[in-house]
């Protein structure tokens, strides 16, 4: 009996350390500490959408993306209202919304760009200015950043 009790504590021991390990993990989660998800603080899916839209139409014709004649190649092959929708499916997800993107990883999607540091950055340009003409607040402007910037090592070339 008395080594069914010490069976018995050793489980519930472990069980008390899982639930304390899923509760201090949920606790830091914004959504269950109440604050809103990035994605809340956009808005949604609607104008994360229009965002998304608006930046790739400025960047489909860009002449400085477009002079990389892989990159050119690219935007005539793939249709722009594709290329929206995997980049709102990404962005949302992203930022804690509930679409699942399903496409391919950055490295895959852009190795055969050779996307070089000067095009990264003109990306950027672009992006920054888009959200400022939909008055993204500096903070979420920020953490957007971030989120991009993330991706930066699969998508660059590196020298």
Not at 6 to 15: C, D, E, H, Q, Y
Not at 50 to 58: G, K, L, P, T
Request: aromatic letters at 6%; one cysteine or more; glycine letters at 6%.
């Amino acid at each position: 009996m008395q080594t069914g009790s010490w069976k018995t504590r050793i489980a519930v021991l472990g069980m008390i350390l899982i639930l304390g390990s899923a509760l201090t993990a949920a606790a830091q989660d914004p959504a269950v500490q109440g604050q809103p998800t990035l994605y809340e603080r956009l808005g949604g899916l609607m104008p994360i959408t229009v965002v998304v839209s608006d930046f790739i139409d400025a960047m489909v014709p860009d002449p400085v993306l477009n002079a990389n004649p892989a990159i050119d190649a690219a935007r005539k092959r793939v249709p722009a209202p594709y290329l929206k929708y995997h980049v709102t499916a990404m962005v949302c997800q992203a930022t804690g919304g509930p679409c699942q993107y399903n496409g391919r990883g950055m490295y895959e999607s852009h190795v055969h760009l050779n996307i070089t540091e000067s095009e990264w950055e003109r990306m950027l340009t672009i992006f920054k200015e888009v959200l400022a003409r939909h008055q993204v607040p500096p903070g979420e402007t920020a953490e957007l950043l971030d989120i991009v910037d993330s991706t930066k090592d699969d998508i660059v070339m590196k020298q």
